[in-house]
């Protein structure tokens, strides 16, 4: 794993010369706030878990759930298709079987192929959670869940997404607290678990996602 990881850190500074992946470039960095905190969530994927990393940008969380759980099925979603080739670059170097795909988010939710179609929706940073919950709970089994990695005060995003959640089929069932070893950093996440299919209507477009 070790190897993996050095070898992905080398190609995320090499490509992050080319095109924006991080603000991050300190190696010691990239590990403790990149890595670990994308490996706080491993906990909460079931054994061969089929997980859909929606907004994905340089690989984060999936690619590191990846390396460190070789069982999961693992399906990288990015709007940018610069990103998607440099995640088709890194899972070739790195010996990772996992799906790179070219897709916004409200578009696979409406896909045959990727709607309620993994056991675990993934996302980080992307979105205030009533906009991440609409992109990423289509995408989930009923039985399945979403992990949405937060900052540490997300009082009022629960609040402003709680009946939103519902209407998609969802439940919060908990927000875990995570301090990030290494750092003074707390990540929250909001587990979500699908109870009920998601209605027709969801996702939909533009501004009205969220709402």
Not at 30 to 57: E, Q
Not at 108 to 117: F, W
């Amino acid at each position: 794993m070790r190897e993996k990881f050095d070898l992905y850190t080398k190609l995320l500074l090499e490509w992050n010369e080319k095109i924006n992946l991080t603000a991050i470039t300190e190696p010691s960095e990239i590990a403790t706030k990149h890595y670990r905190d994308s490996l706080t969530c491993i906990g909460s994927i079931p054994d061969r878990a089929s997980v859909v990393d929606v907004g994905t940008g340089a690989g984060f969380p999936g690619i590191p759930i990846k390396i460190a759980r070789p069982d999961v099925s693992l399906t990288l979603m990015d709007a940018l298709n610069k990103r998607v080739t440099f995640l088709k670059e890194v899972c070739a170097q790195l010996g990772l079987d996992a799906d790179c795909v070219h897709i916004r988010a409200e578009d696979a939710g409406r896909d045959k192929v990727y709607r309620e179609a993994f056991d675990v929706a993934v996302s980080r940073a992307v979105a205030r959670l009533c906009v991440l919950a609409e992109y990423c709970l289509p995408l989930v089994k009923v039985g399945g869940r979403m992990l949405a990695m937060k900052g540490k005060s997300i009082d009022g995003e629960l609040s402003e997404a709680a009946g939103l959640i519902q209407k998609l089929g969802g439940r919060i069932a908990e927000v875990q607290l995570h301090p990030i070893e290494g750092t003074d950093i707390v990540h929250s996440i909001v587990v979500i678990e699908k109870v009920s299919p998601t209605p027709p209507q969801y996702p939909r477009s533009g501004k009205k996602v969220g709402k």
